[in-house]
């Protein structure tokens, strides 16, 4: 079990070098250097802003149909601005529908990190309703809900 979980968090790692850790990746973020979130958040961001952002133009049908998960990692910068690096959409909706890379880099940090930093958001939808975690990667926690901001 311990060798499984070393294997899972190098293979985390060697993703996180190659810096687009999901396999929709978008360009134009500034990723000459940036830290990943560890073991505690370090910036806030209102995640229910984030998801209601994100389903702004969305029709009452597709909301209602919306199901599945979505996962982004979306860098933060020290000016509050964000960028979305890459996602993986499990969802019954396209991230080109969702539009998905505008609405991320539109994002705005009520308290930025303190250097550049790429989180991991993953939302669950189902059934109308939708559950947000940040994840962190740590060399001996492997992949793993992150600590709440300040804490």
């Not at 209602?64 to 998960?69: A, D, E, F, Q, S």
Request: charged share 30%.
């Amino acid at each position: 079990m311990k060798k499984l979980a070393v294997i899972i968090c190098l293979f985390a790692f060697a993703k996180a070098y190659t810096q687009q850790i999901y396999p929709e990746h978008y360009e134009g973020c500034n990723t000459e250097r940036f830290i990943l979130e560890s073991k505690v958040e370090k910036g806030k961001i209102d995640s229910d802003a984030v998801v209601t952002l994100l389903l702004k133009d969305l029709s009452e049908k597709q909301l209602k149909k919306l199901k599945g998960t979505l996962t982004f990692q979306v860098l933060a910068n020290t000016d509050a601005t964000s960028c979305l690096l890459s996602a993986e959409n499990k969802t019954n909706i396209k991230s080109k529908t969702l539009g998905l890379k505008s609405k991320i880099d539109a994002l705005i940090w009520e308290i930025p990190p303190k250097e550049k930093t790429a989180s991991i958001f993953t939302i669950k939808f189902k059934k109308g309703k939708y559950r947000v975690s940040r994840l962190g990667i740590h060399g001996d926690l492997g992949i793993h809900k992150l600590k709440p901001f300040g804490s």
